[in-house]
């Protein structure tokens, strides 16, 4: 498994449907303007040298990120990218971030009382 399809996997479950590539994700959402307004389970997105996505991760607090390096890990999120302590290195230079989990919506059809129930169950998955 690769961390796009990390992040198509657990968005799935909650209930959203993701493109399959990080370079097609990055499309959706509202952007977070700083990692330290990220929330649990916003999307962020890191670039390569020449600029292009090339990988994401689902933020679990505003200083970590849940991806895959290898593994599924969980590594440090700071306003340059993703810090693996192990390596002692930055992996990955962080481009944007997006929140696509909003506050009194769903994705699907449902009931009032429902999606209360959905929503806070996507909140579980993060």
Do not use: W
Not at 36 to 49: H, K, T, Y
Not at 64 to 83: K, S
Not at 91 to 118: C, H
């Amino acid at each position: 498994m690769d961390a796009s399809g990390l992040a198509q996997i657990v968005y799935r479950i909650a209930g959203i449907q993701l493109p399959r590539e990080a370079d097609q994700q990055v499309f959706l959402g509202e952007t977070i303007d700083f990692v330290e307004q990220s929330q649990p389970g916003d999307l962020a997105f890191f670039e390569n040298r020449l600029g292009k996505i090339t990988h994401v991760g689902i933020v679990v607090n505003p200083a970590e990120v849940l991806h895959v390096f290898g593994r599924v890990c969980i590594d440090g999120l700071d306003h340059y990218g993703v810090y693996n302590r192990e390596a002692g290195r930055y992996l990955y230079k962080l481009r944007v971030i997006k929140r696509l989990l909003k506050s009194g919506t769903t994705t699907t059809k449902t009931t009032e009382s429902s999606a209360s129930a959905v929503y806070s169950n996507q909140f579980e998955l993060f």
